[in-house]
Every structure is written in structure tokens, then in C-alpha cells.
């Protein structure tokens, strides 16, 4: 499912494998709800490793896909130190494979087990550190987790990822924009990446409908959580908003057509 970068009306991505015959909707998630999604995974024995692999490769397919044409200059991929840089890491070597140019800026020694692992596998494919002239820049630095201003080595790798947009590259965002709240939409000026393309996963993240300045345009990646129990909040979209209107006569008239609730706003207008 794909949000476009002007705010304008989503649209479904038709036969993308992103989306399966029987999708109905997109749900709305706070990073909390998010997190109980994977661990419910995990509970039905999806093993959490397993998710982040799919999502690395969903992510790349996804780069593929919409970058074809830019990928013989390289990739450069940011990896923190969180999950979101084992899917970093993932997606790296998934590239790679497939020959695309990939340098690798990593900030240091990934803190979960299935970070490190991910990373473990990937360095096989020998990643030297970006030279500067990737015209698409990965950001996998921080997760939906991240609470408060970036700080230190993060935050100069925000800095970096911000020099390289403005230099012309095509930065795509992991999950959120690095730097921003996955709640609220808070993005701290100057120390939030800012992309073009933000590939989220599983659900979309309240925050990201708010930071639109921050997102670009967002793409909702399906990577196999399951029936999606829990969080009801759905996004409204044309098909959902005309799925709740009753047929109208021709004769209708405004004192029979009910009441209406008008919830306004524009880009950076939530």
C-alpha cells in the first residue's frame, strides 16, 4: 500500500506481492501496538530472525523495484544498532547478490542477537565504506523505538544522510525516518533524516500520516505477520469512506442525507 509523498489520496499497489488478493485495509499502528504484532508472531513461532530477513528482502525487492534505473552508481546503507540495522544489514546483502554496488556505513556493534547475526552474514560480501556517490542512500539507523533527539555518532549519521539528499541522492527510510517519533510525528529539526521514500513494515506508524515533511512518499511492505489481531485503527481511504456511505435517491435532500464530521488539513497541516 502505498501513501503518495503529496499527501494526496492512497492508493493499493494493484498485483505487487505487497499486497494479497484478500486485502482489505491498512492498519494504523503506535509503535507499542507495533511491537506486540512481532511478538505475537513470535509466539505463534514465526521466530523473529525470520521476520527480519523477510523484511531485508522485502525492503531490497522494494529499492529494485522502484530505483532499477539508479542502482549502477551503488547503494549506500546506514545500519545503527538496533533491529532496525540488522534489517540494514539484510537488505545490504540482499543487494549485493544481486549486484548492485553497496557500501556499508556501520555504527558500530549491533546490541540484539539477531542484529548481530544478520551482520555476521552480510560482511561476507567484503562492504566497504560508502564513497559519497551512491545516488540512493539507505537509512536503517533507528527503529519505531527511538524516543527524543538523535545524539553522538547517530546523530552525526543524520547529518551525513542529510548532506547526501542535498547533494542529490535518494534517501529511503527503513520502517521510520531516523529521528522520527513513530507516535507522534516529532522529528527534532535538523536531527530526523528527511526521505523520499519511506518503506515501513507490516503497518503503517501513526507518526509517519503527521511527518509527511519527513516520510516522502510511504509504502506499507507485507512481511508476514499474520492475521493482524489487536489494533482496529484503520487508514480511510476511498474505497473505506465509500464502503460507509448508504446508497443516496436522486431526490435526497439535505434533510435526510444526516450529519456530516469534516476532519481538515493539508501537507504539514495535520
Not at 560480501?125 to 553522538?152: K, Q, S, W
Not at 527503513?174 to 517519533?181: H, K, L, R, Y
Not at 513494515?201 to 512518499?217: D, E, F, H, P
Not at 435526510?256 to 469534516?262: F, P
Request: net charge positive; proline share 6%; with cysteine.
Amino acid at each position: 500500500m502505498t501513501v503518495p509523498a503529496n499527501g494526496a489520496t492512497p492508493f493499493a499497489a494493484g498485483s505487487h506481492p505487497a499486497f494479497p488478493a484478500a486485502w482489505t485495509g491498512v492498519r494504523v499502528t503506535t509503535a507499542a501496538e507495533a511491537r506486540a504484532l512481532d511478538d505475537a508472531a513470535a509466539a505463534r513461532g514465526i521466530p523473529p530472525r525470520a521476520l527480519m530477513r523477510v523484511a531485508g528482502h522485502a525492503i531490497a525487492t522494494e529499492i529494485a523495484r522502484r530505483y532499477a534505473h539508479r542502482l549502477a552508481r551503488g547503494v549506500a546503507v546506514y545500519a545503527g544498532y538496533g533491529n532496525n540495522g540488522g534489517d540494514a544489514w539484510v537488505v545490504a546483502a540482499a543487494l549485493a547478490a544481486s549486484g548492485v554496488p553497496v557500501g556499508v556505513r556501520s555504527l558500530g556493534e549491533p546490541k540484539t542477537a539477531d542484529a548481530r547475526a544478520e551482520r555476521d552474514e552480510a560482511v561476507r560480501h567484503g562492504f566497504a565504506t560508502p564513497h559519497g556517490g551512491e545516488e540512493i542512500v539507505v537509512d536503517g539507523l533507528l527503529g519505531v523505538g527511538a524516543t527524543g533527539p538523535a545524539r553522538g555518532a547517530i546523530a552525526d549519521a543524520i547529518a551525513e544522510i542529510r548532506a547526501r539528499r542535498a547533494q542529490g541522492a535518494t534517501i529511503v527510510s527503513i520502517d521510520v525516518p531516523s529521528g522520527v517519533n513513530a507516535d507522534t510525528g516529532e522529528g527534532y529539526g535538523e536531527r530526523c533524516v528527511q526521505a523520499h521514500c519511506t518503506l515501513t513494515l507490516g503497518t503503517l506508524k501513526r507518526g509517519l500520516l503527521v511527518a509527511r515533511g519527513q516520510s516522502g512518499a510511504i509504502a506499507v511492505l507485507d512481511i508476514g505477520l499474520g492475521p493482524l489481531d489487536g489494533p482496529d485503527t484503520m487508514l480511510a481511504d476511498g474505497r473505506r469512506v465509500r464502503a460507509q456511505l448508504p446508497p443516496m435517491p436522486v431526490s435526497a435532500h439535505k434533510g435526510i442525507r444526516g450529519k456530516v464530521l469534516i476532519v481538515g488539513g493539508a501537507p504539514g497541516m495535520a
